[in-house]
């Protein structure tokens, strides 16, 4: 794969910092972005990578656009991006408060807009360029105690189709990816206590969470040249969750030997 | 640099022509031990030549007729004979009805056949080559949009292809625990002499063409090797948590 530009959001942690690591192994030169909140993890990566980084709020207007300007800037162009910023409450929707309402949307769905325009503005100029935006299971799923990341995510679904079809008279490719659970610092905590997990595992028929890496391979493969016929697609990325219904009830101290994520090699 | 699927060997139906003839090259330009399987010697000849022109071994080829439980039984025993295991099952047998009848107009014959090649077929090669697949296995089927959208005078070959899908999920869910993956390609309209089968009976098959290239939003057809990148994908480790699911390669056709 010859050098590209990408830049990835919420690449401070999680899946975005794992899409960095992938991309960066793979040749690409970053433009890394993540909340204000976040800037010390981002800038750990963005050296680790050498990586430009910007740390600002996504679902602020002008953030997208000095993504775009100095991504541009120091590599000269902008091929890919990974749109991928998104936070998640859980929480009993009759205690949850407008202002986490707000919030939810203004980053995952402002935000999502915001940098796929401003990132397709640039690529239209070259007529060229690929999309992965991060939805979610959530995308197609009523997800317990979580009603409005899951409208979110199905926000986030309906805008990857949707640009696909606007931006594909300028040569750009959109689609979307749809991970289950995944092990994540924003997850570990459930993960982690095996009463919380044993509920949610017995759902997984892969009997565990993916690794970022996982989802990683999957949105440079989703990037990449070969997929140049794939767009307006949401990929699940799940471990057979949303394929159907298991009624084995895992528990989680049943086996000794829990099933992992493969090493993969670059 | 080693290859994607180095060293894994991939049985691959429906190799004669188009999609499936595309898989093969390109799993065996990524390193896999590629056996070639089709209906026509002739098909299997030429397909078995691009193979060693592509990555310089000679692949073992096979006619087999996915519709003949017997067939499909003997190439599995055959493969399992010379390499002791399958790791790939690619499978892309499939058939149309080109004269598009109307469902009242549809012949029991017409209608088993179909349903025999397109589904039966992927159930005898699971069935036969499951017990010999590690864990790390992938299947991967090849389906349609036609999983999840309708097109007119073609319902035997939706249904069968919805069928397809529905079973590529139960069997992502039985085989999960083995650490066996089963997934689906769902491609658009991809320019293969199944579409030119269709192309020819029309009384303009420019006008059709640039129909179906409309179809889409990227306003042209995909390509055989398009969709062999996807196979490709989902056969290799890249794909180790994905499972159960349609991966649609049609250039947005059905996102609008």
Redesign the interface.
Known sequence: MSERVAIVTGASQGIGCAISHTLAEAGTRLCLVAAPADEDALRSVAEALEAEHLAADIGEPETAGRAVELAVRRFGRLDWVASNAGIAYFEDVLDAPLAHFDHTMHVNVRGMYLMVTEAAREMAKHGQGAIVCTASTASFAGEELQAVYNASKGAVAQLA??F??DL??YGIRVNAVAPGWVRTPATEEIVANPADWSKHRSRI???RP??PS??A??V??LLSD????????V??????????Y?FTDWDASARDDP?R??Q?SA | MSGRVEGKVALVTGAGTGIGRAVCVRLAEEGADVVVTSRTAANVAETRRLVAEACGKDPVALSVDVADRASVDAAVDEVVERFGRIDILSLNAGIELVHGPAVVETTDEEWERIFRVNMTGAFYACRAAIPHMPS?GSIVNMASINAFVAWENDAPYTATKGALMQFT??L??EL??Q?IRVNAVCP?VIDTPLTDSFLDRSEDASALRADYAAA????RL??AR??A??V??LAS?????????G??????????
Do not use: K, W
């Open positions: 189709r949707s696909a079809v594909a008279r028929p892969m009997d993916a690794d996982e989802i391979a999957v440079r493969f070969e997929a140049s016929y794939v767009t307006g697609s990929v699940l990325v799940d471990g057979g969750l949303t394929a159907g298991r099933p994520a493969p993969l | 790390g999920r139960a992502a869910l999960a625990p650490g658009g889409s939003p990227l306003n995909g390509t398009e969709v990148h996807c490709l994908f480790d890249e794909a180790s948590f994905v499972t159960g699911t991966l649609v390669v049609d250039g947005a056709t059905t996102a609008r």
